[in-house]
């Protein structure tokens, strides 16, 4: 099993910079694939970004936003920059047993962080 706690979120102006991380716990944290979603208000929880062994993006955030994990720290951190005012979401890290990559599909995560606020002002 695997809890998940993220932090790093906050208030930031549209082009600016903000790297969220995801604090892991349990032993066997390297074999999970890790996602990040967001849910902005009134929409539906969507998917942001995937790494297991290297990077996978959302359109809408490809070369802006940048994954990465340390196994060792048991951490994940999604470096976002550029950011834009449709990026102001909640955003959750959740972490998958399910072997393939990516995967983007929120119910195959079966363990999922508190969410942290993101927030981008124009």
């Known amino acids: 099993q695997v809890q998940l706690v993220e932090s790093g979120g906050g208030l930031v102006q549209a082009g600016g910079s903000l790297r969220l991380s995801c604090a892991a716990s349990g032993r066997t944290f390297s074999t999970y694939g890790i996602g990040w979603f967001r849910q902005a208000p009134g929409k539906e929880r969507e998917f942001v970004a995937f790494?297991?062994?290297?990077?996978y993006y959302a359109d809408s955030v490809k070369g802006r936003f940048t994954m990465s994990r340390d196994n060792a720290k048991n951490m994940v951190y999604l470096q976002m920059n550029s950011l834009k005012p449709e990026d102001t979401a909640v955003y959750y890290c959740?972490?998958?047993?399910?072997?393939?990559?990516?995967?983007?599909?929120?119910?195959?995560?079966?363990?999922w962080g508190q969410g942290t606020q993101v927030t981008v002002s124009s």
């Open positions: 959740a972490a998958t047993q399910v072997v393939r990559s990516p995967v983007t599909s929120q119910r195959e995560y079966a363990y």
């Open positions: 790494i297991r062994w290297s990077g």
